[in-house]
């Protein structure tokens, strides 16, 4: 369908308004227009308003089928992934995974070990559309000294055909041993990295995040944490982030995954948490599949009672930036996904209610996403623009995400790529003790 060589043009396509910013277009009221679009050389030459009159000889005619931007996944842990296997969370909840993580870290994260599961993962993330993904790196010691040389060996391996950021991960208590934290954020510099920590309600939190900020200062650095992820309505580490950052002056990117705790906080907190974040410029991710699988997890075999996502909606309205992501990959905190940003924005649509009105939602996955991690150019279709995108068979957003769409075309530069996903038993003999 896409041609193998020379120029071509697209017709009858779908587009949406959402993720085409410069398209003058008749557009349906879920923001979709039917265009038509020129590639050449990489490119994309033209986008204009589907016009049967003027469509050049040799088109295809893609009989409105939707076409999206490439996916910009900003939130994964893919030196953890796939560890499934051989680690499995031993009863679904957060402290399981956590422990469970950490003991196959410290028996089996070799290079080896980190650089076979992470190729994995870039392979299957390509394969379903993604063009740029960020990955936290676990740093407790001895871990970031084997894992950030091979972060950034596989981030010039996939050079061209994924953009691999890195953001350094541990708790935030181990920003206790200062000279060692100092060591780590250089280190994250010399890798043109993110700084990240994951926050507790620890009786010193604001005095550790005074120096998370003062590193991330002093090297350059964006910033990227996990908080509140947890039930626990005293959970407002989001809060404190936002007036360190706020008092601290900073200046750069700062992304804040989960904030599970405040969808259960009384409304007079939710408000001055909401109007701090705003002020301080923060940017959120909610991570939809994985905190579904693991909060409000009950081992009483009783039914959860939430969903375990933030306030979307709420931050949104306040122009708070906001996106969804893939989160954690058959590891103990997720036994499930494949890098799918198609689904994960699929379970999004079902569990945050990203439709009634559509609006501009799909930019969640795609040019919010692209803009928290410096990506100009990615997320959206223009002309002039990479011919980076993919076609579905979906006409319409409920054909869209009621089916897999595992015969979606991705284009890369202008020709389709071969999607072949890996196969898991590749994997088999890292996970044989």
Request: charged share 25%.
């Amino acid at each position: 369908m896409i041609p193998t060589s020379g120029p071509y043009h697209l017709t009858n396509v779908r587009l949406h308004v959402s993720l085409t910013p410069d398209l003058v277009a008749s557009f349906d009221r879920d923001g979709f227009a039917l265009t038509d679009i020129t590639v050449a050389e990489g490119k994309i030459s033209s986008i204009a308003a589907h016009a049967a009159s003027k469509v050049p000889a040799g088109s295809v005619d893609l009989g409105g089928r939707i076409v999206l931007p490439c996916f910009v996944d900003c939130h994964t842990h893919i030196d953890k992934g796939h560890i499934w296997p051989r680690k499995p969370n031993p009863d679904g909840t957060f402290i399981g995974a956590l422990s469970a993580t950490g003991a196959d870290r410290a028996a089996r994260w070799s290079a080896e070990d980190v650089a076979r599961r992470m190729d994995f993962s870039l392979r299957s993330a390509y394969a379903h559309g993604t063009r740029a993904l960020r990955t936290h790196i676990d740093s407790v010691a001895p871990q970031e000294e084997i894992s950030w040389p091979v972060f950034e060996t596989m981030r010039q391996e996939w050079r061209g055909r994924i953009e691999l950021q890195g953001a350094c991960l541990l708790g935030i208590e181990g920003v206790r041993d200062k000279k060692w934290f100092d060591r780590l954020a250089k280190r994250v510099a010399a890798a043109k990295g993110v700084l990240g920590v994951v926050t507790y309600m620890v009786p010193d939190l604001e005095e550790l995040l005074d120096h998370v900020f003062a590193q991330a200062i002093e090297y350059g650095l964006d910033l990227d944490f996990h908080a509140d992820e947890t039930a626990d309505i005293a959970a407002i580490s989001l809060k404190k982030i936002a007036e360190a950052a706020l008092w601290s002056g900073f200046e750069g990117n700062i992304l804040v995954g989960h904030c599970c705790s405040l969808a259960r906080q009384p409304d007079l907190e939710v408000l001055d948490t909401l109007d701090k974040v705003a002020k301080a410029g923060l940017a959120v991710v909610s991570l939809p599949m994985c905190n579904l699988y693991l909060q409000d997890r009950r081992t009483d075999q009783t039914t959860p009672r939430w969903r375990g996502v933030t306030l979307l909606h709420e931050m949104k309205a306040r122009g708070i930036a906001v996106a969804v992501a893939s989160d954690n990959t058959r590891d103990p905190f997720y036994a499930y996904g494949d890098l799918d940003m198609l689904e994960v924005y699929r379970m999004a649509t079902r569990i945050l209610h990203f439709d009634h009105p559509v609006a501009d939602w799909p930019q969640a996955v795609t040019a919010t996403p692209a803009k928290v991690m410096r990506l100009d150019g990615f997320g959206t279709l223009a002309a002039g623009g990479d011919a980076d995108f993919i076609l579905f068979k979906g006409r319409s957003w409920t054909e869209l995400l009621s089916r897999p769409e595992s015969d979606r075309i991705v284009v890369r530069a202008g020709r389709a790529i071969d999607r072949q996903l890996p196969d898991y038993a590749e994997l088999d003999e890292l996970m044989v003790d």
